[in-house]
């Protein structure tokens, strides 16, 4: 079964760091494309950013262009998020996102998500 | 950007009811929608893609119709375990890919 698990979540001031991780199992992660999509509590789906499976493709959100740093690491099955410059708008729970192949855009798995919290 | 607008946004009916979810697109993103279903706690779970193809291992029960600005999700006959809510989710014109605000099914 395929499994994502994200990692590295947690209260944070505005204006902090933190560097978001989702490791993947059960599938060969170098071929897939990933997202992050994102969920502030009690609210929509959020995609936030996307990275093709060399990792020489990477779009953001509007919203967190500049201060959002996508990338993957092939040879260790993971997928990083750094985000940066957090503000109270960017609570949520973060989800890795596996992209349907084929159907670049859709996503057939998600993790479980790991909740990023910006508060003083 | 695309915008995806759902309606109802809540949906109250009964099991063994018929459910009909709409998704309608401020521009034409040809057959290139998807659907979701996301449960309390849950991460969402792909149900639909391509506005009408069910995902490996989705009830015959969700189907999926539409294509340009107009689509709709149809449970043909509620289980209990249906009851959460729905996300229409667009790739026809991207980044960004973007997703409806949700419709959420509750019991009656």
């Known amino acids: 079964e395929v499994q994502l698990l994200e990692s590295g979540g947690g209260l944070v001031q505005p204006g902090g760091s933190l560097r978001l991780s989702c490791v993947a199992s059960?599938?060969?992660?170098?071929?897939?494309?990933m997202n992050w999509v994102r969920q502030a509590p009690g609210k929509g789906l959020e995609w936030v950013s996307y990275?093709?499976?060399?990792?020489?493709?990477?779009y953001y959100a509007d919203s967190v262009q500049g201060r959002f740093t996508i990338s993957r690491d092939n040879a260790r099955n993971s997928l990083y998020l750094q985000i940066n410059s957090l503000r109270a708008e960017d609570t949520a729970v973060y989800y890795c996102a596996r992209v349907f192949r084929g159907y670049s855009g859709y996503a057939d798995y998600w993790g479980q998500g790991t909740l990023v919290t910006v508060s003083s | 950007e695309v915008v995806l607008t759902q309606s109802p946004a809540t949906l109250s009916l009964s099991p063994g009811e018929r459910a009909t979810l709409s998704c309608r697109a401020s521009?034409?993103?040809?057959?290139?929608l998807a659907w979701y279903q996301q449960k309390p706690g849950q991460a969402p779970r792909l149900l639909i893609y391509d506005a009408s193809n069910r995902a490996t291992g989705i009830p015959a029960r969700f189907s999926g119709s539409g294509s340009g600005t107009d689509f709709t999700l149809t449970i043909s006959s509620l289980e209990p375990e249906d009851f959460a809510v729905y996300y229409c989710q667009q790739r026809s014109n991207w980044p960004p890919i973007t997703f409806g605000q949700g419709t959420r099914l509750e019991i009656k």
């Open positions: 521009q034409s993103v040809s057959n290139y």
């Open positions: 059960e599938f060969t992660f170098s071929r897939y494309e």
């Open positions: 990275i093709s499976s060399s990792g020489t493709t990477i």
